[in-house]
């Protein structure tokens, strides 16, 4: 009942060090989310995790000890699942929120769930001030996330509501000085147990760590980019590298630019301000910006093809404009 070997087993030296196996990260995070960790340990385990490089298994390890430590899921299976995690302040409008819209839109329900504090979000990148103005309902916790995603076919779920002693661990951040391995787990717990999962990183090298964890979790289906502030959102004016599995399959894509307008910055495009009401203008027909449309379809696109609802990229992003000509232009979802 201690960290002490785990910390023993990764610090002992470059010849003798080593990652922990799947059980041990399991272990050792089941230790730090009862509170029978020492919390200098758990400093200690995390850097030097973050130090030599998280592995798949103790990814995995950590995921099960925190899917294992969750509450109870009661609702219907979301077929999406989304995580959103606190994207950076340089970043602009969550139109992201508008993909999954959209496809929830088209009878994949999605369960958006993560952090996203105001005080690691500017005013324009913040979700929750965003979520109003979309009709997307904050569920309270996991009982009511389940009813809401059964009425209305999207809901986002606060981590703070359904997994506090994660939040803790991750704001450790705030005491280190650097992330740790709980923003990767944080991507990772699908509290829904969704069969897709959707992933963003802002640092290429998580593309194949997440990739890798994932599949020794059994998650049959997920697609992981490098998006916006961390965030699933693509850039339509670049060819965007796509990790992923499908059906348990391991693939390695590129999502193809959809426009060639690379002097203009994601999520900031000619004429919409960056204003959360700007989502709302953009759905509902009330402003037009050809960049943020792509935006919009080029991500729903990517889950649309991880969610098996076409069989390519360019099929994916056909059909996620189509839905996009033909969607309720109605706010309230």
């Known amino acids: 009942m201690s960290l002490t070997p785990y910390i023993r087993a990764m610090g002992r030296g470059p010849s003798r060090a080593r990652s922990l196996e799947a059980d041990e990260a399991q272990d050792a995070m089941r230790q730090i989310l009862d509170g029978t960790a020492e919390p200098a340990a758990v400093g200690a385990l995390l850097m030097l995790m973050r130090y030599r490089g998280e592995s798949p298994g103790e990814i995995a390890g950590f995921t099960r000890a925190v899917r294992d430590a969750l509450p109870v899921w009661s609702g219907p299976q979301p077929a999406l699942d989304w995580p959103s995690l606190a994207a950076g302040r340089s970043r602009g409008l969550p139109w992201f929120l508008l993909s999954a819209r959209l496809v929830a839109e088209a009878g994949h329900p999605v369960l958006l769930h993560g952090w996203n504090s105001a005080r690691h979000q500017g005013e324009a990148a913040s979700v929750a001030a965003a979520l109003p103005h979309l009709g997307i309902a904050i569920a309270a916790d996991m009982g009511s996330a389940g009813e809401l995603l059964a009425r209305r076919g999207i809901v986002y779920l606060p981590l703070e509501s359904y997994a506090p002693k994660v939040l803790e661990v991750l704001q450790l951040r705030d005491i280190l000085g650097l992330r740790s391995a709980m923003n990767t787990v944080a991507r990772m717990v699908n509290p829904g147990a969704a069969p897709t999962l959707v992933q963003g990183v802002f640092h290429p090298p998580y593309l194949q760590l997440q990739q890798a964890a994932a599949a020794i979790l059994g998650q049959p289906n997920l697609a992981i980019i490098k998006g916006g502030g ?3 959102e693509r850039n339509p004016a670049k060819d965007v590298p796509v990790s992923g599995l499908r059906g348990n ?3 390695e894509i590129v999502a193809p630019e959809l426009l060639a307008e690379t002097s203009v910055r994601l999520a900031e495009g000619p004429e919409l301000p ?5 989502l709302t203008a953009l759905w509902s027909g009330a402003a037009r ?4 449309e792509a935006i ?3 991500t729903a696109g990517l889950a649309l093809m991880a969610l098996g609802a076409a069989p390519d990229v360019a099929a994916a992003d056909a059909l996620a404009r189509q839905l996009w000509e033909t969607r309720d232009r109605r706010v309230a979802a």
């Open 230 to 232: 961390g965030e699933f």
């Open 249 to 251: 399959a391991a693939f």
């Open 274 to 278: 960056l204003a959360a009401a700007s």
């Open 289 to 292: 910006d050809i960049f943020a």
């Open 296 to 298: 919009v379809c080029g």
